[in-house]
Structures are given as structure tokens and as C-alpha cells.
């Protein structure tokens, strides 16, 4: 298909879709907040007084759903991209899996964190069996980086892919934590191969 279709299409589909229409209406920058929302709602992920890294964070609606629901939040979001200014959010720009980034991250915290929230993905190159591994391993190092970052008791939450690569992010998760569990929003949309795992408790 030519690419001034497919963005046609693209945008056709985002005035179809209700989530869109709502995230308007609600003021938040992206549809993708209902898919937080949504597991929120089903594993209690924050607390008020909650300190949250949000991975991948542009254009910014995780965030602002997290210092919408509670008053007393600390919450570092970070993205390749730069993003509008969001009030009572620390926003990087940057690649998180350089290491200057992750002593950022650790910089700002002066301990250890409640959450870590990831909803990185990468730039879709067409190859569905590639971009699930690309975004696996983005999964992957930011699983890693939050057993050096979370507390005990802390929450990891991260988009998946179902793929060839599920069944290794699965393992990997099994080793660092407790709690695993797999979920697929409503707001995530049925034709993508999307899903999102939550993990609590370090092991
Ligand atoms: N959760 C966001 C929201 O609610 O607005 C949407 C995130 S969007 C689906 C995925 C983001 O991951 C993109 O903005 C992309 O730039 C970012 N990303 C991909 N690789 C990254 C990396 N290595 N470091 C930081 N951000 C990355």
C-alpha cells in the first residue's frame, strides 16, 4: 500500500475511534492512557505518594494520568523524542538504554522506586516478527534495569508483543519476580499483536 494511504487510512481509523474522541474530550495527549487506565483499574498499580519512571513516556498521556488521579506523586518520564511540558512531571529526552540516561533516572531518585511504567516501542519497520523483538529486548532491558531501581515490594508494568519472543520474556520476568500476569486492555486495538505484562514483587 502507498504511504499517503496508509496515512489516510490512519487517520480515517483515529476519527472512528471513541478512545481517541474520549482522550479529546478529557485532555490527554494520547489514546494510550485507557490502556493504563484499564490496568490500573484491574492490578491497583499506584499509590498516592508513589515514585514512578515512565519508559517511553511521548507524548505523555501515562504520565498524566498517574499526577491526575493522585496529588503527591514524584514521576520521571523519558523519551527519544522531545514532548510538551507536562506540570509536576520530570521529562527527559534522551534513549533510555544509554547508561548516561539510566544514571539520570538514578540521579533524580535519591532512592529506590514504588513503579516502573514502559510503553516503549519501536519505530514499526513493516517486519511484524522484527519490531516484536526489537520492542522485546526494550522490554527486557527495562525489566533489568528495574531490578536495580525498584524496591521490594515495586510494580514493573511493560507493553509486550506476542511473539517468538513471549515465551523468553516470560522466563525472564519469572526470574526476577513474584507476580506475573499478561493482559490485553480493551483500549489496546483487537488487529495489534499488543499486550502488556505485569509483574510484582522482586524476587
Ligand atoms: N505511553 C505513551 C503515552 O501515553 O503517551 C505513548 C508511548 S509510544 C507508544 C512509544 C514511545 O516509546 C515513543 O514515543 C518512542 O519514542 C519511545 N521509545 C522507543 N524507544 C525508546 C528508547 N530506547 N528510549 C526512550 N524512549 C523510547
Not at 512531571?89 to 522506586?113: E, P, R, W
Not at 515490594?153 to 500476569?181: D, P, R, W, Y
Request: net charge positive.
Amino acid at each position: 500500500m502507498k504511504k499517503n494511504k496508509i496515512s489516510k487510512n490512519w487517520i480515517n481509523r483515529q476519527r472512528r475511534d471513541h478512545y481517541v474522541r474520549q482522550s479529546v474530550v478529557e485532555g490527554y495527549n494520547s489514546r494510550a492512557v485507557y490502556k493504563l487506565k484499564e490496568i490500573d483499574e484491574k492490578f491497583k498499580i499506584f499509590k498516592n505518594g508513589n515514585s514512578i519512571i515512565d519508559l517511553g513516556a511521548a507524548p505523555g498521556s501515562w504520565s498524566q494520568y498517574v499526577v491526575k488521579k493522585f496529588k503527591n506523586m514524584k514521576v520521571l518520564s523519558i523519551d527519544l523524542l522531545n514532548f510538551d511540558k507536562i506540570e509536576n512531571i520530570y521529562q527527559l529526552q534522551g534513549d533510555f538504554t544509554d547508561d548516561m540516561s539510566k544514571k539520570k533516572i538514578k540521579d533524580y531518585f535519591s532512592s529506590k522506586v514504588d513503579v516502573v511504567i514502559s510503553d516503549m516501542a519501536v519505530n514499526t519497520t513493516g517486519n511484524k516478527n522484527l519490531d516484536s523483538i526489537n520492542t522485546s529486548e526494550l522490554c527486557i532491558e527495562a525489566m533489568n534495569f528495574s531490578k536495580e531501581i525498584l524496591k521490594e515490594e515495586g510494580i514493573f508494568v511493560s507493553k509486550i508483543f506476542m511473539g517468538s519472543t513471549f515465551n523468553e520474556i516470560i522466563l525472564a520476568s519469572k526470574k526476577l519476580f513474584k507476580e506475573n500476569k499478561v493482559f490485553k486492555p480493551a483500549a489496546s486495538r483487537k488487529e495489534s499483536k499488543e499486550s502488556f505484562i505485569i509483574c510484582k514483587y522482586l524476587r
